[in-house]
């Protein structure tokens, strides 16, 4: 099963930042829509922001923008979430997934290549 692994998490206090990463040595990401989802403890998973292929077009969730930015870098086959302004409430372990179908945050379901996820926390 082809994998894709991120980085970048870790502890911040509330009002910092992080930049998590997205990226595969196995396939190459340029054909995939990439999606970010994260999971609080005793929570569904919910989608936070998605890009298509191209990096033409983005999506994300209410409760992250003005905060969060996607980008990517296809020539470095990754994918980033950069995420300012970090509340409590953003706690949660990220994960990232690919799909070659459009970016959507609704069907995570649709995503066939995940990745274990990082700890995001945000404590004083």
């Known amino acids: 099963q082809l994998q894709l692994v991120e980085s970048g998490g870790g502890l911040v206090q509330p009002g910092g930042s992080l930049r998590l990463s997205c990226e595969t040595s196995e396939f190459n990401l340029d054909s995939y829509a990439i999606g970010w989802f994260r999971q609080a403890p005793g929570k569904q998973r919910e989608g936070v922001s998605c890009?298509?292929?191209?990096?033409?077009?983005?999506d994300y969730a209410d409760s992250v923008k003005g905060r969060f930015t996607i980008s990517r870098d296809n020539a470095q086959n990754t994918v980033y979430l950069q995420m300012n302004s970090l509340k409590p409430e953003d706690t949660a372990v990220y994960y990232c997934?690919?799909?070659?179908?459009?970016?959507?945050?609704?069907?995570?379901?649709?995503?066939?290549?995940w990745g274990q996820g990082t700890q995001v926390t945000v404590s004083s």
């Open positions: 890009i298509s292929s191209s990096g033409g077009s983005t």
């Open positions: 997934a690919a799909v070659q179908l459009v970016c959507t945050l609704s069907r995570p379901g649709w995503y066939y290549y």
